[in-house]
């Protein structure tokens, strides 16, 4: 029942694009001025956050599931995942008319719980890692006979996701540069399998989180050293790569790289104030690459792949207000002032007298470095740029009262 088919060759893949037509969308390829001018290169992106349940998941998932036979489809399927995966095997599961059971991790937000749910399966909440909900999910698959839905590992998988791949060729017949987000290495690896199998001279690069790098570590052929830490972007967070994976980046990718946490969340911030797409932070990660120098283009026309969208919002939020920060969009002020009446109206009036936006504003009397008598207040405030910021400063200055640019 776990038989993965071999290794999916070219033709598996166009078997797949036939199969998926009218099942999922064919999704844009998006010309950014913007970028293309950053990086002085023709720079296109590729969103499969507007695929059916918000990424590329669905695509393997619905030809995995079609190449089950009747009594396999009676059983059922079973997954883990705690994201994209859930959602890719439960809408495949209900447009194929079969049961399926999502195990997910008992951290898992409550909005992707709800999502999966949505698409009608039935959800089990089992293990304080990915690593235990995995082993249930094994086990319900050994004890009910349902088949397991590996989220990387399996031809079917690879096949569905490489008709991104071909999409691309036809969308953008000139294309050189592919740069794709790599977790277990299913989507990179079916996507590079069909731009290289087309005979035309294109390079493709994925991009890693640099604490879970571990398609990078097993390149490197050194030891392995599994998760490096926490990372935002879920959605490219696996430990142990797919050996069908590895065998195939190893044939087609030309380069792997990676990168931090805060680099994508500013890349995810750009591509929503530039773009005005909502991506995740997995999704984000190619222009992440590029923005971090990882990546040259050579002015060559290069698609990103954005992954998906699925990004919990008050993360986003958090992304948006840190970003903001380092743009000098937002700039925090702590200020001392006398505890009197009116003292406070006369600070935020210096403020708004510079043009500027109080955007939030905390006030602490029992901080330790607070002198008795005095109000510590911490605004947070919008501000154009840095011309605009040294003409708000100055009029602090013109106040009297004592102050300083923080980044707490």
């Known amino acids: 029942m776990e038989d993965k088919g071999g290794f999916p060759v070219i033709e598996d893949i166009l078997e797949a694009r036939n199969f998926l037509k ?56 079973v997954a883990c995942s705690a994201g994209n995966h859930a959602q890719g095997v439960a ?21 992707k719980i709800n999502a999966v749910r949505n698409y009608g399966a039935k959800i089990i909440l089992k293990g304080e890692s990915y690593a235990e909900s995995f ?43 592919v740069i794709i987000p790599v977790g277990g290495g299913g989507l990179i690896s079916g996507i590079s399998m069909a731009l290289k199998s087309s005979n035309r001279e294109i390079n493709v690069y994925g991009v890693q989180s640099e604490n879970c790098d571990a398609v990078i570590q097993e390149l490197s052929g050194g030891p392995m050293v599994g998760s490096k830490g926490f990372t935002i ?34 890349a995810l911030f750009k591509l929503l ?35 998906g969208g699925n990004i919990d919002l008050l993360l986003l939020s958090k992304v948006i207000y840190k970003s903001m920060e380092i743009d000098l969009g937002l700039v925090r002020i702590e200020c001392k002032i006398p505890d009197r009446p009116g003292t406070l109206q006369k600070i935020t009036s210096f403020i708004s007298s510079s043009g500027a936006n109080i955007f939030h504003a905390v006030v602490d009397n029992l901080s330790q470095d607070t002198p ?28 009297g009262y004592k102050f300083q640019v923080t980044s707490d």
């Open 22 to 77: 009218g099942k999922t969308e064919l999704t844009p390829l998006m010309y950014s001025r913007t970028f293309s001018d950053m990086f002085e290169a023709p720079v296109y992106l590729k969103l499969e956050n507007f695929q059916k349940t918000g990424s590329f998941k669905s695509r393997g998932a619905l030809y995995k599931i079609n190449s089950l036979s009747a009594e396999e489809k009676a059983a059922g399927v």
């Open 91 to 111: 809408f495949a599961a209900r447009a194929s008319g079969i049961s399926a059971k999502i195990v997910m991790p008992a951290y898992t937000i409550s909005a």
């Open 135 to 177: 082993r249930e999910a094994k086990e319900i698959s050994r004890v009910e006979k349902r088949t397991f839905i590996d989220g990387f590992n399996d031809k079917y998988i690879i096949s569905g996701q490489g008709t991104i791949g071909l999409e691309i060729l036809d969308q953008l017949p000139d294309v050189s540069n």
């Open 233 to 266: 972007a879920d959605g490219i967070a696996v430990q142990n790569p797919g050996d069908m994976n590895i065998e195939l980046i190893r044939k087609y990718v030309d380069r792997v790289v990676s990168v931090n946490d805060e680099q994508m969340a500013y």
């Open 273 to 307: 104030e530039r773009q005005k797409i909502v991506v995740e932070a997995s999704g984000a990660s190619p222009l992440a690459a590029l923005m971090a120098g990882k990546i040259d283009l050579k002015g060559k026309p290069t698609v990103l792949l954005v992954s």
């Open 372 to 399: 008795i008598g005095y109000q510590s207040i911490r605004f947070s405030i919008n501000v154009r740029d840095n011309e605009h910021l040294e003409n708000l400063l100055e009029r602090l200055r013109e106040s």
